[in-house]
């Protein structure tokens, strides 16, 4: 029997919507990123948090219609669209995101990401790794170590993490994943000496009460403008 994306979200934490979008979809996100990135005067790796705020074609993005009915399946019927990042890894960059959850970094209700490739990511080049229904274990003690100065001070220990529970998700250009800000995740570094590149918007859900975040300058109710 077909299992919902709500039944595999709950059990696992995480769904996969292959290709929700097209090579062309994806090619003119790509090209406007790298427009708002040199009108910011940002460099050539890293992230940029506010994409839909720059660029109406990130806005639409992430109200996407297809995305949007997935996310209420999951969330519920309000479902509310905080902000988006950019994260951009060159051919130089070798450094992946050390395991973590994304829950301390905002506290508040539970927040929803979807990860998009706007290149393929595999192993090689810094595609995401998973552990299935950690998001069950709910807020870990983030102790992890932090000293080589990479960021990500909220970081899971070593032995917080069971290698033989690990999940790669190699993800086709145009492919998505939305996963809860409590699952267990990292990535790989890009050693492939090709440049990948993923857009991160985060969602939530519209009945829960949240403080303030000053990051969601372009927040707005997904699905607004088409009822």
């Not at 998009?116 to 983030?142: E, F, K, M, Q, T």
Request: with cysteine.
């Amino acid at each position: 029997m077909n299992q919902t994306y709500k039944e595999q979200f709950d059990r696992d934490g995480y769904v996969v919507l292959k290709q929700l979008f097209s090579e062309q979809e994806v090619n003119a996100l790509k090209k406007e990123a790298v427009q708002v990135l040199k009108k910011k005067e940002v460099g050539k790796e890293g992230v940029y948090v506010g994409m839909a705020a720059a660029s109406p074609i990130f806005a639409a993005a992430a109200d996407k219609e297809e995305l949007a009915e997935v996310l209420q399946e999951i969330i519920g019927e309000e479902v509310v669209f905080l902000s988006d990042k950019i994260v951009f890894k060159d051919a130089g960059t070798d450094f992946g995101s050390p395991w973590h959850q994304d829950y301390p970094y905002w506290k508040g209700s539970h927040k929803y990401s979807v990860w998009i490739a706007l290149d393929d990511a595999d192993a090689d080049n810094g595609c995401l790794r998973v552990v299935p229904g950690s998001h069950l274990y709910g807020d870990i003690n983030h102790q992890g170590d932090a000293s080589d100065g990479l960021g990500f001070g909220n970081r899971l220990r070593e032995q917080d993490i069971d290698p033989d529970q690990i999940v790669d998700l190699k993800a086709s250009k145009g492919d998505a994943i939305v996963f809860h800000d409590l699952l267990f995740h990292a990535s790989y570094p890009n050693k492939s000496g090709k440049e990948r590149w993923a857009l991160i918007s985060t969602y939530k859900d519209g009945t829960q009460a949240d403080p303030h975040y000053d990051w969601a300058t372009a927040a707005f109710v997904v699905g607004r403008s088409r009822s």
